[in-house]
């Protein structure tokens, strides 16, 4: 069958899976958009059936141009085909041909990228998803990996779960996949270590990894040998293996989901049970933003930055 190219050869009016195929825009994604900003605004026709008007292919192969030059999707999906033109300061019409997006292409910008991921996500494309992992973390580093892309990930499919766009499931799988494939990494680089040691843990009640994981990934750049305890350790657990193990360093991850005078306290705990030569670092959202003797975090290139300080 001829593929349809041209608007004239087009219905008027398209159903979701031909606003995808003809624009390259996954189906989640035009769900999710039409949701959350109110475009691609589908119309019911008389027969009862949902309807995209076909001049939003051209719209939203303009959209498509603008996440490729790094523009969110919460500042251009809602724009005018016009407008889009006018951001991009594009002197030629959007091209009539369908878009087809490769994905972990090396044009593919961060926003498109994360928008793809989603899109991969609904539709449970685990290895799809894995390929694009290795490929960003061998083309733009770890540290760039994580920061440019698995932190926005994880708060795309955060917002996702609370605005209703994914489902628990979804969220499930999406964060499974992300700490094995951190875990894989950092487990990698830490094998052959033989440097002072570092433990690695959560504080108690503290049911997610994915901080943590992303601190042992930053740390296994360095010759650091980690020692994972993982999420919800007890205090008294995480004194004690810092001083079995001897090491230099503890990290601590706090997303924010504990109670932050609860926080302080497990904190101040640790730090009178250890020896005031083992230096301590913790990070996340839910980590004070002073604390004494403690060294606090809120972002991974300052921790970075310690962490390479403490190995000199």
Same mark, same amino acid.
């Given at each position: 069958?001829?593929?349809?190219?041209?608007?004239?050869?087009?219905?008027?009016?398209?159903?979701?899976?031909?606003?995808?195929?003809?624009?390259?825009?996954?189906?989640?994604? #035009?769900?999710?958009?039409?949701?959350?900003?109110?475009?691609?605004?589908?119309? =019911?026709?008389?027969?009862?059936?949902?309807?995209?008007?076909?001049?939003? +292919?051209?719209?939203?192969?303009?959209?498509? =141009?603008?996440?490729?030059?790094?523009?969110?999707? $919460?500042?251009?999906?809602?724009?005018?085909?016009?407008?889009?033109?006018?951001?991009?300061?594009?002197?030629?019409?959007?091209?009539?041909?369908?878009?087809?997006?490769?994905? $972990?292409? %090396?044009?593919?910008?961060?926003?498109?990228?994360?928008?793809? @991921?989603?899109?991969?996500?609904?539709?449970? =494309?685990?290895? +799809?998803?894995?390929?694009?992992?290795?490929?960003?973390?061998?083309?733009?580093?770890?540290?760039?990996?994580? /920061?440019?892309?698995?932190?926005?990930?994880?708060?795309?499919? $955060?917002?996702? @779960?609370?605005?209703?766009? +994914?489902?628990?499931?979804?969220?499930?799988?999406?964060?499974?996949?992300?700490?094995?494939?951190?875990?894989?990494?950092?487990?990698? #680089?830490?094998?052959?270590?033989?440097?002072?040691?570092?433990?690695?843990?959560?504080?108690?009640?503290?049911?997610?990894?994915?901080?943590?994981?992303?601190?042992?990934?930053?740390?296994?750049?360095?010759?650091?040998?980690? /020692?994972?305890?993982?999420?919800?350790?007890?205090?008294?657990?995480?004194?004690? %293996?810092?001083?079995?193990?001897?090491?230099?360093?503890?990290?601590?991850?706090?997303?924010?989901? /504990?109670?932050?005078?609860?926080?302080?306290?497990?904190?101040?705990?640790?730090?009178?049970?250890?020896?005031?030569?083992?230096?301590?670092?913790?990070?996340?959202?839910?980590?004070? $933003?002073?604390?004494?003797?403690?060294?606090?975090?809120?972002?991974?290139?300052?921790?970075?930055?310690?962490?390479?300080?403490?190995?000199?």
């Amino acid at each position: 069958m001829r593929k349809v190219t041209n608007l004239t050869e087009m219905e008027d009016y398209l159903s979701i899976g031909q606003l995808a195929r003809f624009t390259g825009v996954g189906i989640h994604t #035009l769900r999710a958009w039409e949701k959350r900003y109110g475009a691609p605004r589908s119309q =019911r026709l008389s027969s009862g059936h949902r309807r995209f008007p076909k001049e939003e +292919v051209l719209r939203l192969r303009a959209v498509s =141009r603008a996440l490729e030059s790094g523009y969110r999707p $919460g500042n251009v999906a809602a724009k005018t085909l016009e407008e889009i033109e006018g951001l991009l300061g594009a002197q030629d019409p959007v091209s009539l041909e369908p878009k087809h997006s490769h994905f $972990g292409s %090396t044009q593919e910008s961060r926003e498109m990228t994360l928008e793809n @991921w989603m899109e991969d996500i609904a539709q449970y =494309r685990e290895g +799809v998803i894995r390929h694009s992992f290795h490929d960003l973390w061998n083309r733009v580093g770890p540290l760039n990996f994580l /920061v440019g892309y698995i932190v926005p990930f994880i708060e795309k499919i $955060g917002d996702g @779960w609370c605005d209703g766009d +994914v489902t628990i499931g979804q969220e499930h799988f999406a964060t499974q996949l992300t700490n094995n494939f951190l875990s894989s990494k950092w487990r990698q #680089l830490n094998i052959r270590k033989d440097g002072p040691k570092i433990v690695l843990a959560t504080l108690p009640e503290e049911t997610h990894s994915i901080g943590i994981l992303m601190c042992a990934v930053v740390t296994s750049l360095t010759n650091f040998k980690i /020692v994972f305890l993982g999420p919800d350790t007890p205090v008294k657990d995480i004194v004690k %293996t810092t001083k079995n193990c001897q090491a230099r360093l503890l990290g601590l991850s706090a997303s924010g989901c /504990v109670d932050s005078r609860k926080t302080i306290n497990q904190l101040g705990q640790i730090r009178r049970g250890l020896d005031k030569k083992t230096n301590i670092a913790v990070g996340g959202k839910g980590a004070p $933003g002073v604390s004494s003797g403690i060294a606090c975090f809120d972002n991974l290139p300052d921790y970075y930055k310690w962490i390479n300080k403490m190995e000199e």
